[in-house]
């Protein structure tokens, strides 16, 4: 008698953990029906992320293992993600793992400081090599160009520090096969960010061709993705939503599809000079960035930056002016997850259907 109980619990688990695996199966299922060649940036599930965190302190949704797995189950191509400097054994079961899902992987990193700092490069840059990645992605001047420098002296200074960095890192880049792609992080413009390709003149070393950034340095989002297309070693594809305000506009990440830009000359313009590069979703949930192009700091690095580029900026902010902005950080954080999952799931769709990211 006392055993029947114990069978109906075993059974009762049992029929759960049937339901489970057969839930968690269709749910990777409904994934692979969706899924995309575009891939994720782990900056698109930081809310996510954090949820999970509180639920479990020691899980982090940045672990490439557990980033791997979220992406191919939400039905991403791929992920670009901090690898940091794993053991080689465990960086060849990540890119086994990757191969098994038909996810691709590509690396974030930070290029070496100066001399004394290239050998922690180096062995990122050997992970990245072991793990499979196509690409490692990295930037080279700090912060927003008009937010973080109070002199143009100082901007120029960190400029050189990122050439430097550039040259240290080069050599192993060429050495490992593991192309550089560095990020138009609203740092240089577009002449600038070329002319330095041009110097380092370094087949694995080129863009990470983010498709809104330069938006807040005024340049024309399609003339950006056509100067870095030759250069192309990864894609931030993202789209953008502007208003104006006292200051200057706002901008802000949204849906792909949402916002103001033609993503699909973009997409068209990268696949022609680059066919094999990767895409990657960097959509950031977040309240809209202030660019105050009305106020004098905004200037001081810019001192030849020509009126026209302005005018016809202000003038796109004028005909594109949002409605649909998003602000996040007054909603509780579960809130903001489901917001951010929206907006992930919103935009592999439409890579999928509308971009030909399949």
Known sequence: MSSEPQRREFLAGSIASVAALASRAAAEADAQKSGTTLGLVTYCCRLRGNVL??????????????????????????????????????????????????????????????????????????????????????????????????????????????????????????????????????????????????????????????????????????????AFAPWAHSVHLKDQAVRPYADGFLLADIPLGQGCLDLKKMVSILRTRKPNVNFNLELITRDPLQVPTHSAKYWTTFPTLPAKDLARTLRMVRDHSAENLQYVSKLPLDQQAELEDANVKESLDYARMELGLR
Do not use: W
Request: glycine share 6%.
């Open 53 to 226: 965190n509180r639920k479990d302190a020691s899980f982090r949704l940045t672990d490439p293992f557990e980033f791997l797995e979220h992406c191919h189950k939400v039905g991403a191509g791929g992920m670009q993600v901090d690898l940091g400097t794993l053991e080689l054994n465990l960086a060849s079961q990540l890119r086994d793992r990757a191969s098994d899902l038909g996810v691709f992987v590509e690396a974030i990193l930070s290029v070496p400081k100066d001399q004394g700092d290239l050998d922690r490069f180096t062995r990122a840059m050997q992970t990245a090599a072991a793990a499979g990645a196509t690409a490692a992605r990295t930037t080279i001047i700090p912060g927003r160009r008009y937010e973080y420098f109070d002199s143009l002296e100082m901007f120029r200074e960190f400029e050189t520090r990122g050439r430097r960095s550039l040259e240290l890192a080069a050599p192993v880049a060429e050495k490992l096969k593991v192309p550089l792609a560095v990020e138009n992080h609203k740092d240089h413009r577009n002449a600038e960010r070329v002319a330095l390709f041009e110097q380092i003149s370094s087949e694995f070393v080129g863009a990470c061709v983010d498709t809104g950034n330069s938006i807040a340095l005024l340049e024309d989002p399609v003339e950006t993705v056509e």
